[in-house]
């Protein structure tokens, strides 16, 4: 009996320990969200009520759990968005677990019977939007990029000398990288930039949001000849870029339109996967998207991942297009 009671007593410590830790820890986001004057008054209230006097609370460990993860999200979003206003990002990023929680429910129509992502060519624009355009079922035009300059011109030399001094990009993704910002992406050394044997492997994302430097970059492509007539591509380009081996974990974007991207240089893999609740009806593919081509894909609904499979650097550039 003395060895159950002593048990007991030490499980019940034990759960007040981590009570007590959880309610620090949520504490410390409230205050944290208060600290950059955007906390309204059931903030201020739940503070008072549930955190600060000592024995006030009446929720159950698992509800606080709840609110626990809740208040964390909204932490992240909040912090997130100030940092977007303060420093003139596009665009506040949202945790990416949350897009896989509240994604509502896919039509399963869009990958059911797709055995493979197809290779075309000579595309009619009225083909293109019947079949693929707008169904969610991915394509690779082979013959995307005749005429355009960027194969010739684009490069990390490029980049560097159009980006040098500006802060042009919305968004920035370093990936597996210790990069913190573009600027550090192009301040690496001529070894590593240029892909030397022995060096530290790369591969980082960005999106460009000054005008400027969009219409320099749209000297050297063109709007996909492929895209239905009444179709637009968005003003903001995405650009990819890195060395053999690395690419994008799997992921499924929080866009509102399919996108198009153009392969400029080297050879890149795109693993497909279905959503989740499609999983019994429809395949995972893959494909290998090479120098000249462009891949359509509505990345909203498919989780994709990349990896680079040529030796030489991978240059990407896409678009939305509506």
Same mark, same amino acid.
């Given at each position: 009996m003395t060895d159950v009671n002593s048990n007991k007593v030490s499980s019940g410590e034990s759960s007040k320990k981590s009570f007590e830790l959880a309610r620090k820890e949520l504490r410390s986001i409230v205050t944290r969200i208060e600290g950059f004057g955007l906390a309204d008054r059931s903030t201020k +209230?739940?503070?008072a009520r549930c955190m600060l006097r000592p024995g006030g609370s009446k929720l $159950? @460990?698992?509800? +606080?759990?709840i609110l626990l993860i809740l208040a964390w999200i909204l932490g992240q979003f909040l912090w997130n968005y100030w940092n977007s206003v303060r420093y003139g990002k596009c665009l506040a990023e949202v945790p990416s677990f949350t897009q896989k929680i509240f994604r509502p429910a896919e039509d399963c129509s869009m990958c059911r019977n797709v055995q493979q992502v197809d290779r075309i060519s000579s595309v009619d624009p009225a083909?293109? !939007? !019947? $079949?693929?355009?707008y169904s969610g079922r991915p394509v690779v035009i082979t013959d995307a990029t005749i005429n355009w300059t960027a194969t010739k011109v684009f490069s990390f030399s490029?980049? @560097? /000398? #159009?980006? *040098?001094?500006e802060d042009a990009n919305c968004q920035f993704f370093p990936y @597996?990288?210790?990069? @913190? /910002? #573009? =600027? *550090?992406?192009f301040d690496m050394n001529a070894d590593r930039s240029s892909l030397e044997k022995g060096t530290k492997p790369w591969y980082v994302g960005w999106s460009n949001c000054d005008e400027k430097i969009g219409n320099v970059l749209? =000297?050297?492509? $063109?709007?996909?000849y492929f895209l239905p007539l009444t179709a637009e591509s968005e003003k903001t380009d995405w650009i990819f870029m890195g060395s053999h081996g690395y690419g994008a974990p799997m992921h499924v974007d929080d866009v509102e339109r399919p996108s198009w991207q153009a392969q400029i240089k080297g050879e890149k893999l795109w693993i497909l996967e279905p959503p989740r609740e499609c999983h019994y009806s429809c395949n995972r593919l893959e494909v290998v998207v090479y120098p000249g081509e462009i891949i359509v894909l509505d990345t909203n609904r498919w989780y994709h991942q990349t990896k680079i499979v040529s030796d030489d650097m991978s240059i990407t550039i896409g678009a939305e297009y509506d």
């Open positions: +209230l739940f503070r $159950r @460990k698992r509800h +606080l759990w083909a293109f !939007e !019947e $079949r693929y355009a490029f980049f @560097k /000398s #159009l980006y *040098d001094g @597996k990288t210790e990069f @913190k /910002s #573009l =600027q *550090d992406v749209r =000297q050297h492509y $063109r709007r996909p």
